[in-house]
C-alpha cells in the first residue's frame, strides 16, 4: 500500500509544474477579463469663438520694462475671445506711446484689438490721431488725423490702412480717397480710388 502511494505521489509530482502553471494561466486569465478597462483620454475639444470674460467700463494699462506707460485702452463693455486672444471693445478709447514718447489715439464705436493693443481695428466713426511731435532729425511734424467707417491701426509701427473710403488732415492739408496705406516710420502713403486733395500753405512761411 505505502509502495502504491510512492508511484502515485512520484508520478503526480512530474505533472505538477504543469498543473501549477495551468492554474496560474486560468488565474491571470480571469483577472484580466475581471479588471475594468481604462477609460480611454479624451479628444481636446477645439477651441469655440466665444468670449470667457467680460469688463464693464474698464481701464487696461500697459508698461514697458522701466514701468513707462506703453498703452490704456478704455471702453463701455469688452468681451475677451480666448481662441484669438482678441477682445473686442464698445465705445472704445486707446492711448499709445511710442518708443520716443510720442501720442496716437484711437476711438471708434467699436474696435478689435490683440492682447497689448498694438494691433487694432477700428468699426464705426473711427479715428486715429498723433499729436505734432519733432521725428528723430529734431523736424516738426504736423498733428496727423485719420477718419473712415473703418481703420487699422499698428500702433508700435505707426501704420494705419484701410479699404474702406477714409480721410487724412495732416496740419491744415485734406485728402480723401477710396483706400489708404500709410507708414510714418518709411513716410509713405499710398492713396487709391477717387483721391482728392486740399493743401493749404503755411501762413508761417508767407
Same mark, same amino acid.
Given at each position: 500500500? /505505502? @509502495? ?13 509544474? /504543469? ?69 473686442? /471693445?464698445?465705445?472704445?478709447? /486707446? ?36 499729436e505734432p511731435a519733432p521725428d528723430i532729425a529734431g523736424q516738426p511734424q504736423p498733428r496727423m488725423e485719420f477718419r473712415g467707417e473703418f481703420l487699422h491701426a499698428f500702433m508700435n509701427t505707426e501704420r494705419v @490702412?484701410?479699404? @474702406? ?29 477717387r483721391v482728392k486733395g486740399t493743401l493749404v500753405p503755411d501762413a508761417a512761411k508767407k
Amino acid at each position: 500500500m /505505502i @509502495k502504491l502511494v510512492r508511484v502515485v505521489w512520484e508520478r503526480l509530482s512530474l505533472y505538477l509544474p /504543469i498543473i501549477l502553471m495551468a492554474m496560474l494561466a486560468l488565474g491571470t486569465y480571469w483577472l484580466v477579463r475581471s479588471t475594468p478597462m481604462l477609460m480611454q483620454p479624451e479628444k481636446e475639444a477645439p477651441a469655440r469663438h466665444e468670449p470667457d470674460y467680460f469688463m464693464r467700463k474698464f481701464s487696461v494699462k500697459t508698461f514697458d520694462g522701466t514701468g513707462r506707460l506703453k498703452s490704456e485702452v478704455l471702453g463701455t463693455y469688452a468681451r475677451h475671445y480666448p481662441d484669438t486672444d482678441t477682445l473686442e /471693445i464698445d465705445s472704445v478709447r /486707446i492711448r499709445s506711446f511710442n518708443e520716443e514718447g510720442r501720442l496716437t489715439t484711437a476711438t471708434a464705436r467699436r474696435a478689435l484689438t490683440n492682447g497689448d493693443a498694438s494691433e487694432v481695428q477700428l468699426f464705426g466713426d473711427a479715428r486715429v490721431v498723433r499729436e505734432p511731435a519733432p521725428d528723430i532729425a529734431g523736424q516738426p511734424q504736423p498733428r496727423m488725423e485719420f477718419r473712415g467707417e473703418f481703420l487699422h491701426a499698428f500702433m508700435n509701427t505707426e501704420r494705419v @490702412k484701410s479699404h @474702406k473710403p477714409v480721410e487724412l488732415i495732416r496740419g491744415n492739408d485734406v485728402f480723401t480717397a477710396d483706400s489708404m496705406d500709410f507708414d510714418n516710420l518709411d513716410r509713405v502713403m499710398q492713396l487709391k480710388g477717387r483721391v482728392k486733395g486740399t493743401l493749404v500753405p503755411d501762413a508761417a512761411k508767407k
